[in-house]
């Protein structure tokens, strides 16, 4: 899957997670699932698949306004090591800043294929403004959105209050009455989102973290146009 990217030999293979606080958001019908367990497991997929056939990887994770890295390498043990600072990941903040993440974009400097996972909530972004800096440099971007199926039904309880753990501004409830609004809110973000990504020529995969992981994930990979 991973050699499907534009080049198809020595390709570094960059996982980026978005570990702001959103990520956290949890799935109202599953137990114990929320964002972030869903992209690390995809983001740990995708590791395996290149530590198979072979491939560098490291991994990128954006949370609480800073970019911890992990450096790309190759080798079961080094697999170990990424999974690893998968599970330690914790949703907090917000994303770093742009001049942060354009002074991190240095990790990507030979051919490399990017797979970032965030529930794209904050788009325009610092975090849009950097992959679409990367696929200028010619590297194989591939993004997945996240969301709950609550989010995309707008099924949201109209019983429990609501607030946004990356901003100040109080605790909302969703009423009945807010739900079409609601709904036409995040048809024209995301529509916006997957203009902005065909634009800039980057794969868009947009899914329900209850959806099964394994026709996600080959979604994501799958080459363009297949």
Request: charged share 25%.
């Amino acid at each position: 899957f991973v050699r499907e990217a534009e080049r198809d030999s020595h390709v570094a293979v960059w996982l980026v997670l978005d570990c702001s606080a959103s990520m956290a958001e949890p799935s109202r019908s599953v137990d114990g699932l929320d964002k972030l367990a869903y992209a690390r497991m995809l983001l740990g997929c995708v590791a395996a698949i290149a530590q198979r056939q072979g491939d560098a990887f490291g991994l990128v994770v954006l949370g609480g306004g800073k970019v911890a890295f992990t450096e790309a390498s190759r080798g079961p043990r080094h697999l170990q090591r990424v999974l690893a600072q998968l599970q330690r990941a914790e949703p907090a903040g917000s994303l770093p800043d742009a001049e942060t993440l354009k002074a991190s974009l240095h990790f990507a400097q030979s051919p490399s294929a990017i797979y970032a996972a965030s529930d794209l909530l904050d788009w325009p972004s610092p975090l849009s403004i950097a992959l679409t800096r990367l696929r200028q440099m010619r590297h194989d971007v591939r993004v997945l959105g996240l969301q709950t199926q609550a989010e995309v039904d707008a099924s949201f309880a109209s019983d429990l209050a609501y607030r946004d753990p990356e901003r100040e501004e109080g605790v909302f409830r969703f009423g009945a009455d807010l739900k079409d609004g609601y709904r036409r809110n995040r048809e024209a973000h995301f529509n916006g989102v997957t203009a902005q990504c065909r634009k800039s020529d980057m794969p868009l995969t947009l899914a329900a973290i209850e959806q099964s992981p394994i026709d996600v994930l080959r979604r994501w990979l799958r080459r363009p146009g297949r």
